[in-house]
């Protein structure tokens, strides 16, 4: 029986930190994967990773305008709540497009992307 076809990416950031590469690639490899027809889908989780969904960052990368881009290409973003919440950071504070999850819901899409068929990056 032939391999399936990748048809579906999930993308885990666990760490937004400057100096690192993880959340630049994160949005390349989103961008790029949607590019070629791919479902794609961000899980922002940790204390560290959801501050990606967090508006009104500033600095280089303009990471607030890449993660709108990845938005209008239909990249669906998924933020953790219980993170979001340990570091003081509201739903009104997230950029426009991103979605509040709770962390059960992060663990049920760590099942779904178990099956053949999907791939899954963790940054």
Not at 2 to 17: G, R
Request: proline share 5%; charged share 30%.
């Amino acid at each position: 029986m032939p391999p399936k076809k990748v048809t579906k990416v999930l993308l885990f950031l666990k760490n937004m930190v400057y100096e690192s590469t993880a959340p630049m690639e994160m949005l390349r490899f989103a961008k790029y994967y949607r590019k070629k027809g791919l479902d794609v889908e961000v899980v922002l989780w940790g204390p560290m990773g959801v501050i990606l969904a967090k508006k009104g960052k500033h600095g280089i990368p303009p990471y607030d305008e890449r993660v709108i881009e990845c938005v209008e290409m239909g990249v669906k973003f998924k933020c953790c709540e219980l993170a979001s919440g340990m570091i003081g950071f509201r739903i009104d504070e997230l950029i426009d497009g991103v979605e509040m999850i709770q962390s059960y819901e992060v663990a049920e899409l760590m099942l779904k992307y178990c099956e053949e068929g999907q791939l899954v990056i963790n940054l």
